[in-house]
C-alpha cells in the first residue's frame, strides 16, 4: 500500500497569463490531498467502481503512467473542488506520485511533468503551473522566460514554460471561498477569445507580466504593502479580462475594508476563491464569513508532494 500527499496551490500572481507564457507566482497549501493506492482485483475509487465521468484525472492518471494489475484507490480531500485551489491539481499529482511510487519511480519532477499531461488532456488546455506548484512546494515561479537555475522546464504544443523555485516568507493567507464552482475549462475558453482576438486582451497581459515581476521582488523583499497593491492591480486585469464574478468581487471588498494589505481572485475564476494577503488573518476571515464566504486560513507548505512508507 502507498500513500502520497498532495499540497493544494493559490496562485499569488498571473493566473490566465500563464497559459501564454507570461509569468506566475504560486504557492503550496497547507490544505491537502491524500490518496491510498493498493492492488485489488479491480478498479475502484473510494469503493465505487472507476468511473470516467466522475474519476476523470484519477482514470486519465492511471493511464498515463499504470500497466500493472487493478488497484483501488481511496482519497481524502481538505480541498473544496472546484475552488480554484489546485484540486484537481493535487488530486492528479497525489495519485500520480502512488503510481510512480509503486513502479519505484517517485520524483517531483516526473510527478509534474505526468500529472501536467494529465491535467491537460483531462482540461483540454493548461499549463503546468498548477501541477508544478503542487509537486514542489514553497513557492513557484512559471514562465517561458528563461533564465539560469530552472528546477525543470516543460515543453508542449511549441510552448516551453520554466519552472524557478522563489523563495517565499512564510506568511498567512486568507482564502475565501464563494461555493461557487469555478469551470477552469470554460474560464480558459473565455479569456483566450479575449487575448486571440483583440489587441486589448494581449495589452492587458503585458500589464500582468511587469505586475508578476514587481511582485517577486517585493516578495523577495518581504514587502507585503507593495505586494497588496500589486495583488489588487493583478485583480483589476482580470476583472477586465472576464474571470472575476460578483461573489469574489464581494469578498474581495469585505477583505480590504477589513485591512488585507491586498485581495485578488485565485486560479481560473469565474466563481471558486479570492485570496486576501494580511497579518491579521482571523479578523480578515471573519469578515468573509459574514458575508457567507466560507474562510479559510492557511500558510505556505514547504514539502510539496511527498509519499508516506
Ligand atoms: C488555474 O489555476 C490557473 C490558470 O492559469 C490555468 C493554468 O495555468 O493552467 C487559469
Known sequence: MII???PGKVILLGEHG???????ISVAISLKVAVNVEEYFEYTVNGQPLDEKKHTYIKKAIETIWDGNPLALTTFSQIPS????GSSAAITTASVAALL???DAFNKEEVARKSFEVEYEVQNGASPNDTSACSYGGGILTWAKEMPGALWDITRNGRTWHIYAVDVPDMTIVIGNTGIKSKTPLLLKKIRKCVDHSSFGAELLEEMEQIVVEGKRALQQRDFVRLGELMNENQRILHTLGASSKEIDRLLTVALKAGAYGAKLTGAGGGGSMIALTDEPERIAEAIRKKRGRAYVVTVDKEGVKILK
Open 101 to 103: 511510487a509503486l513502479k
Open 82 to 85: 472546484a475552488g480554484g485551489l
Open 18 to 24: 500563464v497559459v501564454y507564457g507570461k509569468p506566475c
Open 4 to 6: 502520497a500527499i498532495s
